[in-house]
T-cell receptor, first 115, second 110 residues
Framework: GAVVSQHPSWVICKSGTSVKIECRSLDFQATTMFWYRQFPKQSLMLMATSNEGSKATYEQGVEKDKFLINHASLTLSTLTVTSAHPEDSSFYIC???????????FGSGTRLTVV | SQQGEEDPQALSIQEGENATMNCSYKTSINNLQWYRQNSGRGLVHLILIRSNEREKHSGRLRVTLDTSKKSSSLLITASRAADTASYFCATDSGNTPLVFGKGTRLSVIA
């Protein structure tokens, strides 16, 4: 079955630094990848949609200059949290789609803690 | 934007009992899916039901969909302590991102 690998699983960083999270589709080509954020005891909120080779589409209220998304290949998308602050501490989850409902394979998530 | 609303937000039952969770949504959908998430972990896909389907079964899971009421229910029969998790419904309208509900936190007490 389709597998999406997300790395790292958890990261602790200092306030003001940047953190990169990778999302890889291991056995399929992901034309579209989605990035979600989940605060404790809350649901997943879509941050952005990225299509391979083009700029990401950000949801309202998500700062594109702070959350840089790169989808340079059909198997890799990265989310970089720039100048991280404690309020950015959250669980970030990626999802990859190869089109149609067969997509939506989720990564295992990244727990980001900014201290 | 968040579309689904799960009900109840939290549910605590004894092992062996059935657990029913409901989900309502606002706009037309192509598919509705249910996911499970253990605390601090990733999502596990449970079941998908298409807009032209009314009921689906998978093991101890039973999902219903009422498009006229824009609602779905997830029934877990003969619950086990290992079923303790958060359950989310998610909808899509074709090639769109999944939109998640707020989730139901299920606690199954042994």
């Amino acid at each position: 079955g389709a597998v999406v690998s997300q790395h790292p699983s958890w990261v602790i960083c200092k306030s003001g630094t940047s953190v990169k999270i990778e999302c890889r589709s291991l056995d399929f080509q992901a034309t579209t990848m989605f990035w979600y954020r989940q605060f404790p005891k809350q649901s997943l909120m879509l941050m952005a949609t990225s299509n391979e080779g083009s700029k990401a589409t950000y949801e309202q209220g998500v700062e594109k200059d702070k959350f840089l998304i790169n989808h340079a290949s059909l198997t890799l998308s990265t989310l970089t949290v720039t100048s991280a602050h404690p309020e950015d501490s959250s669980f970030y989850i990626c999802s990859a789609s190869e089109g149609g409902w067969y997509g939506y394979t989720f990564g295992s998530g990244t727990r980001l803690t900014v201290v | 934007s968040q579309q689904g609303e799960e009900d109840p937000q939290a549910l605590s039952i004894q092992e062996g009992e059935n657990a029913t969770m409901n989900c309502s949504y606002k706009t037309s959908i192509n598919n509705l899916q249910w996911y499970r998430q253990n605390s601090g972990r990733g999502l596990v896909h449970l079941i998908l039901i298409r807009s032209n389907e009314r009921e689906k079964h998978s093991g101890r899971l039973r999902v219903t969909l009422d498009t006229s009421k824009k609602s779905s229910s997830l029934l877990i029969t003969a619950s086990r302590a290992a079923d303790t998790a958060s359950y989310f419904c998610a909808t899509d309208s074709g090639n769109t991102p999944l939109v998640f509900g707020k989730g139901t936190r299920l606690s199954v007490i042994a």
